[in-house]
């Protein structure tokens, strides 16, 4: 089935369908993972993007049923390359287009991705539309160019839990899967979901932590209330700056208990702290992007996906800039100067990797240990 990916200035993609048949608008951005794609799919920070993968043949191993980061796929829609029909893994359950198609994902293969990807690059990221029920090019243009822009929309309650709930599943190990808390846990910690991922809370777990996971819109007495010894402030989709309720509980917690925020809670964080985001050009998303640690020369490769980063100038009187990106020097961790918070733009809780990052959770349950200490 012939499909047919449009973009809003104009530029028009040819290939052929993959998963479920449809429409679909969103902002396409790209991804330079080679591995990975199923978390990607079901990563709730992509949700209102049509994802490109850059790897060239997609799908090699196949579905399996324990490496989600979500109930579901989130994305708008999915671009690659080649799709392959013969996945060929131990733990693969399906195909991708397979999985595609019982989720409702409408995606497109055959088309140039590098050309997509450096249009993308030299254009930015911009509202597009994937159709295999129309395939007039001028009536796709203007349909993206009269979709809803990310910015300025309030994407996380799309993917917020709505009831408060307990996680308990840990690391995965190669003869049992996911594993349980290892020993009674040591910290209680309340986790927002603004569309949190699930590897996340294995790590907090394997971390000793009893995780509550509580919806985006909380408030911040309640959380208080549970009387955590720590709060987690997870990535989400889109915009910060339209999450409002999410910046005033994020400030009546600062001071009151310690708080480690990870990608879109890294930038609300800077936002409770009376500092601003702006929009990338096209955003960093990937396994591979260089960051440095403070002012020394330790390097970490870490994993990302975001499309906003916050202004270093608008927190440099209350907060410290603790990691950095090498590629754009763009802000990616911080700290408050006085308060136990620090948040990072990146993912240390890579699935699939890579694992560079991991100490910062080990760097969360030290500062949990502090505050006890000093409350003792």
Known sequence: MKA???LADGRVFYGKALGTPGEVTGEVVFNTSMTGYQEILTDPSYAGEI??????????YGINLEDVESVRPHLRGFVVKEASDFP??????MSLDAYLKENGIVG????????LVRHIRDKGAQ?????????????????????????????????????????????????????????????????YDFGIKRNILRNL???GCEVK????????????AMNPDGVFLSNGPGDPEPITYAQENIRKILGKKPIFGICLGHQLLSIALGGKTYKLKFGHRGGNQPVRRGDG?????????HGFAVDADSIKDIGVVSHINLNDNTVEGLEHKTLPAFSVQYHPEASPGPHDARYLFERFTAMMDKEKARKA
């Open 127 to 191: 509202t597009g539309i994937i159709s295999s029920v129309d395939l007039d090019p001028q009536s796709l243009v203007e349909k993206a160019r009269q979709a809803p822009s990310i910015v300025g929309r309030d994407l996380v309650r799309e993917v917020t839990c709505s009831q408060p709930y307990d996680w308990q599943e840990g690391a995965w190990d190669i003869e049992s899967g996911y594993r349980g808390a290892v020993g009674p846990a040591k910290y209680k910690v309340v986790a």
């Open 51 to 60: 994802v490109t993968m850059t790897y060239p043949l997609i799908g090699n």
């Open 213 to 224: 996971v509580v919806p985006a819109d909380t408030p911040a007495e309640e959380v208080l």
């Open 108 to 115: 497109i293969q055959g088309i140039d991705t590098r050309a």
């Open 4 to 6: 047919i990916l449009a």
């Open 88 to 93: 060929s893994n131990w733990r693969s359950k």
């Open 205 to 207: 777990v394997a971390s």
């Open 297 to 305: 020369h330790d390097v970490e490769i870490t994993s990302q996906n």
